[in-house]
């Protein structure tokens, strides 16, 4: 390894936004970014973040080689126009895991975010029956039918066959709320339709547009 490159390393070792890397290294914003171009592609900074959340780069001196396949949020940070900040890492060992899957699984996380950033998913499904046994396995049949209805409001969506719908539409689950207390102001009829609280509104969909 080049010193010049070491000495980098030591000195933003941690987690860092652009503008703190600049200000340790002592170099211009172009220069920055270039430095960290050069220092991902070698293997030490892993990034997250990115839209209306500060880009994050993890930088280390120990290259690690990523095991298995992207996790949730790998899956949805590239999809979607909505960025999450990993609070971990996670890989998958076994499998690699399939858009379907992923929107399933950000409805069982119940937070926020990852569920608003995992509407964009509902644009690159390829298999609804498999999409439909995933939610029906995790008891999220109707939730995942109104988050397609409330994605369809101001996103493209690829189209749901009938017989998809009409299987999520009577399903029979008990728990109402996606995310626990939060209901729409915007999406009653929705609500009403499959019998979910919705736990966004309309403003809330205007950052899967940017």
């Given at each position: 390894?080049?010193?010049?490159?070491?000495?980098n390393?030591e000195r933003?070792?941690?987690?860092?936004?652009?503008?703190m890397?600049?200000?340790k290294?002592?170099?211009s914003?172009?220069t920055?970014i270039k430095?960290i171009s050069?220092l991902?592609k070698l293997?030490?900074v892993?990034?997250s973040?990115?839209g209306?959340?500060p880009?994050?780069y993890s930088i280390?001196r120990?290259r690690?080689?990523k095991?298995g396949y992207?996790?949730?949020y790998?899956?949805i940070?590239?999809?979607s126009?909505v960025k999450?900040?990993?609070?971990y890492?996670?890989?998958?060992?076994?499998?690699?895991?399939s858009?379907?899957?992923?929107?399933v699984?950000?409805?069982?996380?119940?937070?926020?975010?990852?569920?608003l950033?995992?509407?964009a998913?509902?644009?690159?499904?390829?298999?609804w029956?498999r999409?439909?046994?995933?939610a029906?396995?995790?008891?999220?049949?109707k939730?995942?039918?109104?988050?397609y209805d409330?994605?369809?409001?101001v996103?493209?969506v690829?189209?749901?066959d009938?017989?998809?719908?009409?299987?999520?539409?009577?399903a029979e689950?008990?728990?109402?709320y996606?995310?626990k207390?939060?209901k729409?102001?915007?999406f009653i009829?929705?609500?009403k339709?499959?019998?979910?609280h919705?736990?966004?509104?309309?403003s809330?969909?205007?950052r899967?547009?940017?």
């Amino acid at each position: 390894m080049k010193e010049s490159i070491y000495k980098n390393l030591e000195r933003i070792e941690g987690m860092n936004t652009i503008d703190m890397i600049q200000k340790k290294l002592k170099v211009s914003r172009k220069t920055a970014i270039k430095k960290i171009s050069v220092l991902r592609k070698l293997g030490f900074v892993d990034t997250s973040g990115g839209g209306k959340q500060p880009r994050i780069y993890s930088i280390s001196r120990i290259r690690v080689k990523k095991m298995g396949y992207p996790g949730l949020y790998d899956i949805i940070n590239k999809n979607s126009p909505v960025k999450l900040i990993k609070p971990y890492e996670y890989r998958i060992i076994d499998k690699r895991l399939s858009i379907e899957e992923a929107i399933v699984r950000a409805v069982k996380t119940e937070k926020f975010r990852v569920i608003l950033a995992s509407l964009a998913l509902f644009n690159k499904i390829k298999n609804w029956s498999r999409l439909y046994e995933y939610a029906k396995q995790n008891d999220v049949r109707k939730k995942v039918g109104a988050l397609y209805d409330v994605a369809k409001v101001v996103i493209r969506v690829r189209r749901m066959d009938n017989k998809t719908r009409n299987l999520l539409l009577g399903a029979e689950e008990k728990e109402k709320y996606i995310i626990k207390g939060a209901k729409s102001k915007d999406f009653i009829d929705i609500e009403k339709k499959w019998k979910v609280h919705v736990p966004f509104d309309r403003s809330d969909l205007m950052r899967l547009k940017e």
